[in-house]
């Protein structure tokens, strides 16, 4: 099964800690509570977008965190908590479920929510879209944001690709394989691109900074039309007439599965970079693009208050 959200962790998780009756850590609720939904290894290593952190973990992490809030769970020490009398009141309530909605009825957790979505300085009213600021783990939250700002850019960055001239396609593409690590310096990537121009290959560029083998590069810089087989085929065959067997096929469109089944099949290696991926990567290596604005998300140094203890 998937990755339950953490709400629906909440319940089995007090339950759990319930159970336990004494103290219990984040980390033998999550083994408990893995083994109780059937989670499979797959699940267990799904991470969040940027891949840091277990989505399991930061469920589960989040749930305790929520219901600490609420006066269910209380800390009692770093990364150990225990069941509350309040928390066992609730359960001896039989609720079906435990979520952000129920939680609302005690004044710490709406105090809570209530700092948490104001930070314009006015405290006096609760959050808008309160639902909203629920529905996922703020870490969820920060990264979906992201994604989603990440995903308006490449694609305003891929309307920007296929309006510039096919030589500033070229200029663009040398830069961002050379800040891949490709081509050696700047300028002899610049001399190297652009210098076939005929039999179905753009440029030549260099494998790594000494030349010890070469990349053959295609670039076509198409609107909607997508790139088939005969094309690649082309490109294939250039490189066989070369005795080559690296290249690169880089459009600002995409490639149809007869083109990416045909590149399967073939002994030589070549790299397909469809318009998704090329605006990816040109994000990822800072080509076209500048930073607005940075975000650090900072945690507790526990190893600062050592000594306090």
């Not at 995903?151 to 050379?178: N, Q, T």
């Not at 909607?224 to 007439?241: K, W």
């Not at 880089?250 to 070549?270: N, P």
Request: proline share 4%; hydrophobic share 35%; glycine share 8%.
């Amino acid at each position: 099964m998937a990755v339950p959200d953490y709400q629906s962790l909440m319940l089995p998780l007090l339950q759990f800690a319930a159970e336990k009756g004494t103290e219990t850590s984040t980390n033998e609720a999550m083994e408990v509570l893995a083994k109780e939904m059937s989670l499979s290894d797959e699940d267990l290593k799904e991470t969040l977008p940027s891949g840091i952190q277990s989505t399991f973990v930061n469920r589960v992490g989040w749930a305790s965190t929520y219901m600490k809030k609420a006066g269910l769970l209380e800390a009692t020490r770093r990364g150990f908590y225990q069941i509350t009398d309040r928390g066992r009141d609730l359960l001896n309530k039989q609720p079906k479920t435990i979520n952000a909605k129920l939680l609302k009825q005690y004044p710490e957790f709406l105090e809570f929510i209530r700092l948490k979505g104001t930070r314009d300085g006015n405290k006096t009213t609760e959050p808008k879209r309160t639902s909203d600021f629920l529905a996922v783990t703020p870490s969820e939250a920060l990264e979906s944001a992201y994604e989603n700002l990440r995903d308006e850019l490449a694609g305003e960055l891929l309307g920007r690709l296929k309006k510039i001239s096919p030589f500033f396609f070229e200029r663009i593409v040398v830069e961002l394989l050379v800040k891949m690590g490709y081509g050696g310096s700047r300028i002899d990537a610049g001399k190297a691109i652009g210098r076939c121009g005929d039999g179905g290959v753009d440029g030549i560029i260099k494998e790594d900074k000494l030349g010890l083998d070469v990349v053959y590069i295609q670039a076509k810089r198409w609107d909607n039309n997508p790139v088939g087989r005969p094309d690649v085929m082309q490109f294939a065959g250039a490189l066989q007439a070369q005795r080559a067997t690296k290249g690169i096929f880089i459009t600002t469109s995409r490639f149809t599965d007869d083109a990416r089944s045909y590149v399967s099949q073939i002994g030589s290696r070549i790299v397909l970079i469809d318009g998704e991926q090329l605006t990816n990567l040109m994000i990822e290596h800072d080509v076209g693009v500048s930073t607005v604005s940075l975000y650090p998300v900072k945690k507790v140094d526990s190893d600062y208050f050592e000594d306090s203890i």
